[in-house]
């Protein structure tokens, strides 16, 4: 597949020989992935794809890796909703510079106790956070090492992926996922804008007089 093709056209659903052809699921329906490996759901500027991925390690690792990600059992949609998800089995790869938002579940990521969780948050401080993706929002809680403020995600880093948790995305008043999972990978690439929430309320932080 070519560099950025997910941008400019409808992937290649030609059926292979050892894939062949199925039913388009129900429109809002995320397909059911029947090859063996971890569901992978990821969002570009104009699909949601889902599939089955072999991880080695965490998946915030493979895409910071920026090499091309094998993937099985396929299926796209449009990213607003109007076409019900279709097998792709054209599609072998994907290139994480394609993807905007990766929907990381439980299976994505390492097994720890909560004493490791607790001791593995300790040393960062937690933001609720609103960040234009464009053409999406994700609203969500992002963990920084103390002295690092939120705005210096838009800065150039060797981590290309940044882990928000407890997000949801948004393309325009429309929710995308937020129910399947709770942790989202942003491509830091796709940044354009961060502000810091009330996640009770939605709205901008206010700073105190001073601060």
């Known amino acids: 597949m070519p560099f950025d093709f997910l941008k400019k056209g409808k992937p290649d659903t030609t059926p292979s020989k050892d894939s062949p052809a199925a039913p388009g699921a129900p429109a809002n329906q995320i397909p059911t992935v029947t090859k063996q490996g971890v569901a992978f759901d990821g969002l570009t500027e104009e699909w949601r794809l889902v599939g089955a991925i072999q991880l080695d390690g965490r998946l ?45 579940g439980e299976t994505t990521l390492p097994v720890m106790s909560e004493d490791e969780k607790a001791a593995h948050r300790v040393h960062k401080i937690s933001y609720d956070v609103s960040l234009e993706v464009p053409p999406f929002r994700v609203v969500g809680t992002v963990y920084l090492f103390p002295g690092s403020d939120p705005d210096r995600l838009l800065d150039r880093a060797t981590e290309m992926f940044v882990p928000v ?8 008043d429309r929710q995308i996922g937020g129910t399947e999972v709770d942790t989202f990978l942003v491509n ?6 961060i502000e810091q929430i009330d996640r009770r309320t939605g709205e901008p932080h206010r700073r105190m007089p001073g601060a």
Request: without cysteine.
């Open 60 to 104: 915030s690792d493979i895409l910071n890796r920026r090499e091309s990600i094998p993937i099985d059992d396929v299926h796209w949609a449009p990213i607003d909703g109007s076409e019900p998800f279709t097998p792709a089995p054209g599609l072998k790869a994907i290139d994480p510079y394609d993807l905007i938002v990766v929907l990381a």
């Open 165 to 172: 948790t407890e997000a949801t995305a948004f393309l325009g």
């Open 188 to 193: 830091r690439r796709y940044l354009r804008r």
